[in-house]
């Protein structure tokens, strides 16, 4: 007798990309989505990184989960400040604990994958591409570090076979071996699955020169908060008897200054700025009074030693 039950389709596989938005990780999608996966793409809103992608354009909702793990709010903020404070691996040529960074999204990235059961985790990763965290030493110890493998399809063919490609859960032929800093063949992938991305609106703050110089101070002192992170990155900024000052170089600084309780608001050439510490309003005072408009390079000149 045939059985009248429908033959049963097969399972879709499943993988996890890490996505920031920008070219390299949408092409992982499009890869692992020809190998028949279906894909959840987990976003980490981090504090000081890249901010301005359009994560959703050109991504297809009914074909793509989209995940975000917000770094900017509790709990994850203090325990990403604590990796920026005491980084393992050390840091590049600002305060950016590269390595450390991306074991903290990886080992948050299997957790999510190990919840949800999906097998793969992957990145858009190219070897080389970075100095920190992509030249082959610092690939091995992030992964040595994690414990699981990472798939790293734009590279893979590159680097050590993973027990994703020997188990044949992908195929190792549909996988790249793009190498370096240069960004020709992703270009050209681009072209091929007609790929819209918009180029990334900054870099990561704990990168730059000056901005991590502030923010290590901040850090030390304690004074980066869910509330006080807007203000890490407008603004001029001193301390002066233990009290940070932000001084609004524009109406959208004001606009976030003027939403903490001890401030001064902007008036008729006059910048608003946030103080740290209510005791000390006649600093800030002093403050607004020398970045008023008008010729007052002297009184200016006096608050230098104090910038952050
Ligand atoms: S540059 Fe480094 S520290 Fe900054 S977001 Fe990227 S991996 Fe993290």
């Excluded at 590159?158 to 188990?167: R, W």
């Excluded at 959208?252 to 902007?266: C, H, R, V």
Aim: hydrophobic content about 35%; some cysteine.
């Amino acid at each position: 007798m045939k059985s009248s039950s429908k033959p049963k389709t097969p399972k879709q596989k499943q993988a996890l990309v890490l996505y920031s938005g920008g070219l390299d990780s949408r092409l992982v999608i499009k890869i692992l989505q020809e190998q028949n996966f279906q894909i959840t793409a987990l976003h980490f809103n981090l504090p000081f990184g890249c901010s301005g992608c359009n994560l959703l354009e050109g991504l297809n909702a009914e074909e793509v989960k989209l995940k975000i793990f917000d770094v900017k709010s509790e709990p994850l903020l203090s325990e990403y400040l604590n990796i920026i404070k005491n980084p393992k691996h050390g840091t590049g040529t600002g305060i950016n604990p590269c390595k450390d960074c991306k074991i903290f999204m990886f080992k948050k990235a299997k957790e999510y994958a190990d919840k949800n059961k999906i097998k793969i985790i992957a990145t858009g990763e190219v070897i080389g591409q970075r100095p920190m965290s992509q030249i082959p030493s610092a690939m091995r110890t992030i992964d040595k570090q994690l414990g699981f493998e990472i798939l790293r399809p734009l590279c893979a063919k590159a680097i050590k076979e993973t027990s994703y490609e020997s188990s044949k859960l992908i195929d190792r032929n549909s996988l790249l071996s793009i190498s370096g800093r240069g960004r020709k063949e992703q270009m050209a992938l681009a072209e091929k699955y007609k790929i819209k991305y918009s180029t990334p609106g900054g870099g990561c703050f704990l990168c730059e020169k000056y901005p991590s110089i502030r923010l290590k101070h901040l850090l030390e002192k304690n004074l980066i908060t869910e509330s006080t992170l807007p203000l890490t990155i407008i603004g001029r900024h001193f301390y002066i008897n233990n009290t940070w000052l932000v001084v609004a170089r524009d109406e959208k600084e004001s606009d976030i200054i003027s939403s903490f309780k001890t401030y001064l608001p902007d008036d008729e050439g006059k910048p608003a700025i946030y103080f740290s510490n209510s005791s000390q309003k006649s600093e800030a005072l002093k403050l607004q009074d020398a970045y008023s408009t008008g010729d007052n390079f002297e009184k200016r000149n006096k608050f230098n030693k104090y910038k952050l």
